[in-house]
Each structure stands twice: as C-alpha cells, then as structure tokens.
C-alpha cells in the first residue's frame, strides 16, 4: 500500500454512504468499528450488484481473512463519505481489496483519502463444513477483474 494519502484516482468503484449520529464517539470521532462496516459493505455491495446475484448461495463464498485501516484524517458527521475501490490483488482463491473513505469537495480536502482500509476475501467452499479454501467463482472474477488498476 502506498504510504501517502491516496487521491481519488486510484479508485475504481465508487459509492457513497451516510453518516449518522450514533457512528461518533465520546471525542467525536467516527468509531473504528464503523469504518470496517462501511468497507465490508461497499465491497460486499459491489459484488452484489456486479454478479447480478445473491453471492450468499454460490458455491464457493469470499470470508474476511484480513482486514485493517490507515486513519489519515477524521470522517465526521453529517457529511456523507464517498468510498473507493480498487482490486490491489486477485488470486487463484483470494481478491485484496483497498477502499478509500473520502469527505469534502473533490477539488480541495476531499481529493485525498481521510483513511484507508484493506479488505482480504478468500473463497471457501459454502456447502462443506471444513470448508477448504477453492478458487473463486467465475461469476466473482468477471465481477472484480474490471476493479484491477495496473
């Protein structure tokens, strides 16, 4: 990952999120948690969207093995955050995805990230209860390959 603060170029996917009152906390700052909430939601929402399917019941379904986060600057309320994606990796039974979390106009504070987080899918095998890790689903690699920046 890149050290700096990324810009919103280096972003492929994009959707944008509310705030809300309860996400702040006691020094009013938006709470860890939150953060990985809205990044497990944007990617799980893109692959809902970009398979044209209920990812829950295909063969094979993407678990968290990873999943951490730079802070950068704070996300605050009101203001709607825009979110970021970009395929950083895409293995044989893994995709690593980085989301950007962006605030502000495009053209000053908001053109770089006030935090970034990476995202670790690895596809296992939904109907065996060990389930061994397997390669990802044709359906899921179409739907991220466009999300690969080179």
Known sequence: MPAERPPRSAYVFWETHTTRWADIDVYGHMNNARYFELIDTVVNNHLLHATGTDIRHLPAIGVVAEVSCRYFAE???PEPVDLGVVVERLG???VVYRVGLFQGDVSS????????G????????????ARPV?????????????????
């Open 75 to 77: 996300v605050t309320y």
């Open 109 to 116: 504070a908001g053109a770089t990230a006030r935090a970034e």
């Open 92 to 94: 044989r039974s893994s």
């Open 134 to 150: 397997v390669p990802l689903p044709d359906v899921v690699r179409d739907a991220v390959a466009p999300l690969v920046r080179d």
């Open 118 to 129: 990476r995202f670790v899918h690895v596809y296992v095998d939904n109907h065996d209860p």
